[in-house]
């Protein structure tokens, strides 16, 4: 897996989980990953968010991406606009990796908000982990490095 970038090491690990879950599918016709459809000014923020929940998914362990931005509503024919109820700075990704609690904050061109940076020392604090990533390759570097170490 060395060779491999980290979006062939993540199609790897999804082919044996698909070989182990269902032995007699034959191998070629196991699912392919798609890339993600997102448009806009946050695509490749979403796409590296995307990537690192199902590497970690993937590798045996829990992660769920966090939306903080609200949503909107209809009142009485008006529409109206409900905060998030998340707190403010939270990392866009929390995970459970070998019993440990685990956010990680995706960065593609920009640098934290004091909010987040707030957040990652609490975080810290609390004998939680708290990383940032600004890459597919980050991500499994970090992961292989430390990560699968918790």
């Avoid at 000014?41 to 966090?66: C, M, P, Q």
């Avoid at 995970?95 to 707030?118: L, P, R, T």
């Avoid at 810290?124 to 992961?143: D, F, P, W």
Wanted: proline share 3%; glycine share 6%; net charge positive.
């Amino acid at each position: 897996m060395k060779d491999q970038t980290p979006r062939q090491q993540l199609e790897a690990m999804k082919h044996e989980r698909f070989k182990r879950d269902c032995p007699s599918f034959p191998a070629a016709y196991y699912p392919k990953s798609k890339k993600p459809k997102s448009a806009g000014r946050n695509a490749e923020s979403n796409a590296l968010n995307k990537f690192i929940v199902d590497y970690l998914t993937e590798a045996g362990h829990w992660a769920t991406r966090i939306n903080n931005q609200g949503r909107e509503i209809m009142i009485k024919g008006k529409k109206k606009w409900v905060v998030g109820t998340t707190i403010n700075g939270t990392a866009d990704i929390i995970a459970c990796i070998n019993g440990k609690f685990v956010m990680i904050e995706g960065k593609i061109n920009d640098k934290q908000s004091d909010a987040q940076k707030d957040v990652e020392q609490a975080v810290i604090k609390s004998k939680g982990y708290y990383y940032t990533v600004h890459s597919a390759h980050e991500m499994a570097h970090l992961y292989n490095a430390t990560l699968y170490a918790l």
